[in-house]
């Protein structure tokens, strides 16, 4: 950890408290939480830093069949919770349990993994799929705006200004799968996938699919939704999700994996994910 | 050489409890920078970023102007004197084209200047102010572009000394040809050849180097670092500081790690200078970004291989031919070079015509140096995959193919003569291996036979097994010294001084265990203390797998002489003759009556009573062989069709290391090897900008295996007995790591029919070679 | 600034750089076992538990343990007493460089405080993100299954 310049440490209270230290130090203090993102980050610039922990925004709460999670509960705390071992059968506790290691998983919030968003992170991905909502104050009040759209602004600067407050996941009445390609076993993603599926009638109702670390940041394919609905999950329909994905999925180089590799791979990649998901609901 | 009856044995062949083991796992005090001295400065390298280039002037007003600033060494203020970093024996077989700070750097990351300052803050913030002026030359990245018509020359200077042929890049070579290598080929009835790759891979011991240079009360300077080769570390330091070598002592505490980046003066030279300097204790320590790129790697290499053979499977003619980068500085060059023929064209003693050719090349890229297999690694990756597709041309089943070629016990190799460490070798006959054992022992376990013909698909997962098996040596024949001292202390427990190097093998426990197995007691009697260049008699060190076998017969040695000197003294207690005596149980104890006499007494009674003399031993062995330990791997894995994932299932050894002193410390020798193997064959790979900058010096993007890649791993130790070992002992540390790669590349052939023959086999490239099917 | 905590079972008031990580205060404290092997996170070298928990001390600010309990391995039996999860690394060969070794075990420390019973699988799931070098995980992976068998023989602290 390189941040020698800090002068000093604050344990905010509350939101207002946080807010207004943050404005006292016209961008040169960066909001706490788990810590893992700014201790390994260049913000050698840093005089201050403001401990958000200890303001009653750790809680996992289920409600009307979906999920509130405060912004500084860690991801060991949510895959504990159980609240999220009950939510879509405990997808999100599948998830977290591929993210990172569990002395990280200890330390590191949902809140942060919001703020910082990598692109090579999973639980974007896996929040685009869900339809996460984020809330955030700042000196003009409460925000909230979808985790889709709000990772479209210019997030980073916004939140060096904000609180991140609550993460909203809504109730779904499906089933939904994630996964991702990696180096070795306990690594970030060359490519990840989260998808949900809704099937009445042996038919597609709904499809949720995002596919990231392409080496962008989760995104949903939105025409390959619209393409599901209303087709039978099978081994032909697997197929054809895989032709048009190889066909339409945008992907690039990065020193981790080619271009090449990724547009070969992506199309397998997001028709077992949607396979795994069908299976779940019992219709493969 | 007396050897104790096995079924007697109270210490060797137990797996006693590690002599340093409780203190371990109670988190003492016991690395290298677990201890403070008031005082100390912080010593910080200011590092190259470019690749190749002069140092035109470098002005260090600035930085010396800021408060904390003790003092900044570089080229203009410390002696020119050229020496190799490489740590082995004088006189050492590798350039000496080092410098403590040169006019010129050769790679990013090289070293331009140090400072030693009051806190590592402000280090970081001299090394900011440094200005340096640099002239850009051009670089090379690779053995081929260094060798090209005009490249530029790395190493210019004219007081570089050993160096093959420095004007064309080239720090070493060899050439062995046996027989007549195209009249073998002529007379074969069947010819292959593979050529087989790979790139950086770096140890990552958790423990990056570090090292601690003070002045004791006598002010003589004292090196505590994390080291393989304390004694190298004293002769040259002496060397590259211009100082008396009596004036220096190097200690060697518990180290984190070595595989060889730590058979190298790293840091120790440049401590030493900031805190004769200063004359002030010095701390430096790589973070894990320097520990990458500035301490040491394997030598990335192309190796070729040709085997012709006959209808039948008898090898007729092996052809090696090896491309070796080995980086800005050629430490290693020529005995990693060496050990690529010399380690593997002996295990197929069969062919009367043999060809083993290649050269060390430098580039602008980080140094290669000794990792653990050193050459054999490479050399055993295009030889065993090369055998692989003999096997399938002759339509014969791997396994069978390497019994009717293997070396056994009796035999000989021309090769053996012909290569030894950077000259002429000896000549030596095999006198233990149950290779033959290992192969069979490996393939039921396995369940080869089914597994090959059975062809396993799950979805898009492909199974399928390989193999490969592998030699090493124990020890440098001829060259490596080890020497023991044992002294008796008046209650009848023992102080064993070695020189040897526990670096996490567990070697001083073995060492006490021969000590005890001798001496008639339990290994906790034996209190060793080791690698202190002021207290322990000399040894080479840990590489080469020499400590079992040099080290571990020095001991022997010397507790046989204590043997004799306890047995004279109880001969006269006793009264009976020292032949009619032997030592068990902390006693004396005679062969023909009932009279016995405790260990105790007779320490006592040395050492105040009658005859008053110390009881105590030094020895000494240079071996004149290197027997070797045998491997035989298989491995099972799954191939993932749609994606190229590679994931290893099952991975069995059977190794014939002698007779196994501490058998968990053996198999965990071998299980540690593997899984480092397996990380080559599918993980690890330095990568570089265009610039010949590192791109992933760190463990996020640098990818080792964890405890979730690792298969279910089987170990098998076979017996064999080595008459020339302590208590029929070869050695384990090394030969793990050959298998690994040929045989992950040879399962993976099995399983979808391509062969990956360039590391690591990640999905990129195992989907291509798939696609391209 | 100043902060009280817990160390092994002692409290502690010390002076801190606010921007200093956990690391640097507990090795500056005397707790030698806490490793430094990456400085980012990435090796599991320096891991400690506060409050039970595992945590990267290299990335953990000192500050954010004010008030709190903090386990090194120190704290974890001793040379003459030693914990059975420690013992059962020495016992099943799981210690050869030891580097790795402290944060292995206070790791596997807390996954034992939980699941009492854990396969080999979700052994290798806890203790992930913690390198090795030397020994290829396999005998730690023993190690810590036989800690689990004593502990539900009841043999544990």
């Not at chain 2, 020119?80 to 350039?95: F, K």
């Not at chain 3, 002692?10 to 606010?18: A, G, N, R």
Request: net charge neutral.
């Amino acid at each position: 950890m390189r941040l020698s310049g800090i002068k000093r440490y604050h344990f905010a209270r509350d939101v207002d408290e946080a807010l207004s230290l943050l404005a006292a130090y016209c961008g040169r203090a960066a909001l706490l939480a788990g810590g893992v993102d700014l201790a390994r980050s260049a913000r050698g610039d840093l005089e201050g830093l403001i401990d958000i922990t200890g303001m009653g925004l750790s809680y996992v709460r289920g409600e009307g069949g979906g999920l509130r999670i405060g912004a500084t509960t860690t991801l060991t705390g949510i895959l504990e919770s159980k609240a999220a071992k009950e939510y879509l059968g405990g997808f999100l506790c599948e998830v977290l349990r591929r993210v990172a290691a569990p002395p990280l998983r200890n330390m590191a919030t949902l809140g942060g993994a919001v703020a910082s968003a990598h692109p090579w992170a999973d639980i974007p991905t896996v929040l685009v799929t869900l339809g996460a909502e984020v809330r955030w104050s700042d000196e003009k009040g409460e925000h909230r705006a979808s985790a889709e759209e709000l990772w479209q602004r210019q997030f980073r600067k916004m939140f060096r200004n904000a609180v991140l407050t609550e993460i909203r996941l809504p109730a779904w009445e499906g089933a939904f799968a994630f996964e991702k390609l990696s180096r070795s076993a306990c690594d970030i993603a060359l490519l990840n996938c989260a998808c949900g599926l809704g099937v009445e009638d042996g038919k597609i109702a709904w499809a949720r699919v995002a596919v990231g670390a392409t080496p962008r940041r989760g995104r949903r394919l939105t025409w390959l939704e619209d393409f599901l609905v209303g087709n039978q999950p099978g081994e032909g329909l697997w197929r054809e999700v895989r032709d048009r994905v190889e066909a339409q999925v945008e992907v690039s180089s990065d020193r981790r994996a080619s271009a090449a590799w990724r547009k070969a791979v992506v199309g397998p990649l997001v028709a077992r994910t949607l396979k795994r998901a069908a299976e779940k609901m019992g219709d493969a | 050489m007396e050897v104790v009856a096995e079924r007697k044995r109270t210490s060797v062949g137990k797996n006693v409890r590690k002599v340093d083991g409780v203190a371990l796992v109670c988190g003492r005090p016991k690395f290298t920078l677990d201890v403070d001295i008031p005082g100390t400065l912080v010593g910080k390298i200011l590092h190259s970023p470019h690749a190749h280039a002069e140092i035109v002037s470098i002005d260090t007003s600035e930085a010396e102007a800021l408060p904390g600033v003790v003092c900044i060494l570089h080229h203009g203020n410390v002696e020119r004197i050229p020496y190799t970093t490489a740590g082995q024996g004088w006189p050492e077989p590798s350039p000496y084209d080092s410098f403590l700070f040169d006019r010129k750097v050769r790679f990013v990351g090289d070293r331009v200047a140090a400072v030693a300052a009051e806190s590592e803050e402000v280090a970081e913030e001299a090394l900011r102010l440094i200005r340096v002026e640099y002239r850009i030359l051009p670089a090379v990245f690779s053995p081929d572009e260094a060798l090209a018509d005009g490249a530029p020359v790395i190493h210019d200077e004219e007081d570089a000394a050993g160096i093959h042929d420095a004007r064309r890049n080239i720090a070493a070579a060899v050439d062995i040809p046996v027989g007549d290598i195209e009249r073998g080929f002529s007379e074969s009835d069947v010819v292959v050849e593979a050529t087989c790759e790979i790139p950086y891979f770096q140890h990552t011991p958790i423990e990056p180097h570090c090292t601690v240079a003070y002045f004791d009360e006598d002010g003589r300077l004292v090196i505590r670092t994390s080291t393989q080769v304390p004694f190298h570390v004293r002769r040259i330091v002496a060397r590259a500081l211009g100082l008396p070598m009596h004036r220096i002592r190097v200690i060697k505490p518990r180290i984190g790690g070595g595989f060889g980046t730590k058979q190298e003066i790293i840091l120790e030279d440049v401590a030493a200078a900031l805190a004769l300097r200063t004359g002030r204790p010095v701390v430096m320590a790589y973070t894990r970004e320097e520990e990458f790129v500035c301490a040491r790697t394997r030598h990335p290499m192309r190796v070729r291989v040709r085997l012709g053979a006959k209808h039948d499977g008898t090898l007729h003619a092996v052809e090696m031919e090896a491309l070796s980068n080995t980086g800005a500085y050629g430490a290693h060059a020529l005995t990693v070079l060496s050990n690529v023929g010399s380690k593997t064209l002996p295990l197929y003693n069969k062919a009367p015509h043999l060809h083993f050719h290649g050269k060390a090349v430098y580039t602008n890229l980080p140094v290669a140096g000794a990792y653990r297999g050193y050459g054999a690694t490479q050399g055993y990756f295009a030889l065993e995959v090369a055998m692989d597709e003999l096997a399938e041309r002759l339509g014969m089943d791997p396994v069978e193919l390497r019994l009717k070629n293997h070396i056994r016990a009796g035999e000989t190799s021309p090769i053996f003569e012909k290569i030894g460490e950077g000259r002429e070798g000896k000549p030596m006959v095999v006198r233990s291996c149950a290779l033959e054992e290992c192969l069979k022992v490996g393939a039921e376990r396995i369940g080869w036979h089914k597994k090959r013909t059975e062809k396993r698909r799950e979805g898009p997962w492909a199974y399928g097994v390989g193999m490969a098996c592998a030699m090493q040596g124990s020890g440098i024949t001829g060259i490596d010294m080890g020497a023991a001292t044992i002294v008796m202390n008046e209650d009848g427990s023992f102080r064993l001084l070695v020189g040897a190097t526990d670096l996490g093998t567990g070697s001083d426990t073995i060492l006490a265990q021969i000590a005890a197995e001798v001496l008639g007691v339990p290994v906790e009697k034996i209190v060793v203390y080791s690698s202190d260049t002021d207290l322990t008699p000399f040894d080479v060190g840990a590489y080469a797998s020499s400590t079992t076998y040099v080290s571990g017969t020095a001991v022997l040695r010397a507790a046989e002489e204590v043997r004799r000197q306890i047995l004279k003294v109880a001969a006269g207690m006793l009264e009976e003759a020292p032949g009619d005596l032997e030592l068990s149980g902390e006693r004396v104890i005679s062969k023909k009556t009932e009279k016995s006499v405790a260990l105790s007494e007779v320490g006592h009674r040395a050492t105040y009573v009658v005859d008053q003399h110390q009881i105590a031993a030094t020895a000494s062995f240079v071996p004149p062989e290197s027997p070797p330990p045998f491997a035989a791997f298989f491995c099972e894995v799954a191939v993932d069709t749609e994606t190229g994932v590679v994931r290893v299932e099952r991975f069995v050894a059977a190794a014939d290391c002698g007779v196994a002193i501490h058998p968990k410390l053996a198999e965990g020798q071998l299980e540690g090897a593997i899984v480092q193997g397996i990380g080559h064959a599918l993980t690890e790979e330095l990568l570089f900008s265009g610039k010949g900058r590192c791109l992933n010096a760190n463990l996020f993007d640098y990818k080792i295996p964890c405890a979730l890649d690792v298969p279910h791993i089987e170990v098998a130790l076979v017996k064999s007995e080595e008459p020339t070992g302590p208590f029929g002992a070869k050695s384990i540390a090394e030969v793990g790591i050959n298998g690994p790669l040929p045989a992950i590349s040879n399962a993976i052939y099995d399983a979808v029919g391509v062969r990956l023959r360039r590391a690591p086999f990640t999905p990129e490239r195992v989907l291509s070679a798939l696609l391209s099917r | 600034m100043k902060i009280y905590f817990e160390l092994n079972g002692e409290q502690q008031y010390v002076d801190i750089e606010p921007g200093e990580s956990l690391l640097s205060l507990l090795r500056r404290l005397g707790m030698k076992s806490v490793k430094q092997g990456c400085n980012t996170g990435d090796c599991g070298a320096c891991t400690v538990l506060v409050d039970g928990r595992a945590v990267r001390s290299c990335i953990t600010f000192a500050a954010k343990v004010r008030g709190r309990r903090v386990t090194t391995l120190e704290g974890l039996g001793s040379v003459d007493d030693l914990h059975p999860l420690p013992e059962a690394f020495l016992e099943a060969g799981a210690v050869q460089c030891g580097f790795c070794t402290p944060g292995m075990i206070l790791t596997a420390y807390e996954l034992l405080s939980r699941n009492d019973d854990p396969t080999p699988e979700e052994v290798r799931a806890a203790i992930s993100g913690n390198l090795c070098r030397c020994t290829g995980y396999a005998k730690i992976v023993r190690a810590i299954l036989l800690a689990a068998e004593w502990k539900r023989e009841g043999r544990w602290r």
